[in-house]
Nanobody, 116 residues
């Protein structure tokens, strides 16, 4: 069973920055894709960014140019640097990890609140 532990959420003013981290443990197989998703109240969970083990990256259009995803394969950790935060970025941010073999796993989420 893969466990994901997220950290780094919090309250920030509009225009500010936050850095999220997510460490994965317990996987029998190397983790291929790691990513961040977010869910605002009353809305569906949406993709923010994903990164493969080979560092192929995909961003949602709404965060391009403001957010940067990165990972440390040796530590099975993925990061999300969020700059120029807007009130519409307020959501619970979830980490996901998909091993080469097996299902996708999810973290419990970390709250990000951007005050305007």
């Amino acid at each position: 069973q893969v466990q994901l532990v997220e950290s780094g959420g919090g309250l920030v003013q509009a225009g500010g920055s936050l850095r999220l981290s997510c460490a994965a443990s317990g996987s029998k197989f190397s983790i291929n894709v790691m990513g961040w998703y977010r869910q605002a109240p009353g809305k569906q969970r949406d993709l923010v960014a994903t990164i493969t083990r080979g560092r192929d990256i995909n961003y949602a259009d709404s965060v391009k140019g403001r957010f940067t995803i990165s990972r440390d394969n040796a530590k099975n950790t993925v990061y999300l640097l969020m700059n120029s935060l807007k009130s519409e970025d307020t959501a619970v941010y979830y980490c996901s990890a998909t091993p080469y073999i097996g299902p996708e796993y999810w973290g419990r989420g970390t709250q990000v609140t951007v005050s305007s």
